[in-house]
Each structure stands twice: as structure tokens, then as C-alpha cells.
């Protein structure tokens, strides 16, 4: 079997389900992609940053801690990513501490993005406690986005955001019911980041 070309996405793709003796079915249950669009960019379609961020760390033995060369190459560069106790102490961007000790691959333009580990079941089942979201500090979040949020009482959240401009105020739900919507003034929050891609946790740490 020929080894692909780094640059082309779909024929990475191919070659890693065939050296993996895996059928498309299986294959898009391990990428948490539906089958059809896997067969769609195996056939060249422009893969979502969620899908090329997933693929590559199981492609790398499912490794969030990746050599920065080997992201490079993949045009990808490396994001630090906090823990939720990490992300409740950076009150400010310039908080993110310089100790964390995983690193996730994106091709995200926000130079200032980062990432988190989710903590908690509020988003489930969509998204579950231990998944990573990606975050762009330098976009900002509109109604209806993912997003995670640092208040300046309760920590961090992870939530759907809906605007209330007329209140100044921010209304935050969650995917789960048990989880009650809440509001909060603007002044309560010392940040809130839109989400770009949720990497699903692959396999039980």
C-alpha cells in the first residue's frame, strides 16, 4: 500500500480505513461523522475543522499530545488545551497559564485560540465531560452559538448563548433539561468565547 501525500486530505483518509481493514460505516462511527459525508470527502469534499482535528489524532495514535513538527507538516499547529479548573482561573486571556501539558492540532486562524476539556454533563448529549472544545477569542460570539463562558461568581460554563439586547442581558441554556436556562447581566462576565469545534472524546482516558 503507498503511503498518501500529507497534503491530500482524502486520500489520507482512504488509506488509514483500508490499513485499518475498516468499512465506511465503521470507520465514520470512530470519527462520529455520519457515513454518507465520510464517503463525500473521501471523494474530495472540503473536510470541517472538527473532522481533520479528529481524524489526525487518531491518526496518531489518538494522542492529543503531538509533536509540534508533525503538525506543522500537516498544516496544523499545535493549541494549548486547560483543564476546567485551568480555564476557571484565567479571569483574563493573558491568565492562561504557561503549565499545561496537552496540546490539541487545529488549523484555526485565531491566533489567540486555545482550548478546554469539558467538565460536567450540561451539554449532554451532544457533548459529554471530557470532550475538548476549541475556542476563538478573537471572534465574537453571536445568538444561538456554543459557547464557554468565565463568570466572575460561578466559574465556567459551557452553554447556548441567546442575547437579549434589550436587557443587556445573556441568556445561557444547556443540551440537557436537567440543566435549567439561566440569565445573566454582561457585567457578570469576565469572558465569553464562541466555540469552533467540540473534539468528541474517542476512547475512556
Known sequence: MIAPHHDNFAERLRFW?????????????????????????????????????????????????????????????????????????????????????EVIPSDVSDERAFAIRLHGDSMEPKFSDGDIAILLPGAAPTNGEVVIANLKDEGVLCKIMHIQLDKNLVKLSSYNPAHPPIERHRAQFNWIFPVAAIIKQLRQR
Do not use: C, H, M
Not at 24 to 35: M, Y
Not at 61 to 83: D, E, H
Open 17 to 101: 480505513r483500508a490499513s485499518q481493514n475498516l468499512t465506511q460505516a465503521e470507520a465514520a462511527r470512530q470519527l462520529d461523522i455520519d457515513r454518507s459525508y465520510l464517503s463525500q470527502v473521501e471523494r474530495g469534499r472540503a473536510p470541517g475543522n472538527a473532522l481533520r482535528t479528529r481524524f489526525f489524532l487518531i491518526e496518531k495514535s489518538s494522542s492529543v499530545k503531538v509533536n509540534g513538527t508533525v503538525a506543522v507538516a500537516y498544516g496544523l499547529r499545535n493549541l494549548p488545551v486547560l483543564s476546567w479548573v485551568q480555564a476557571a482561573q484565567a479571569v483574563i486571556l493573558g491568565d492562561i497559564p504557561r503549565d499545561w501539558d
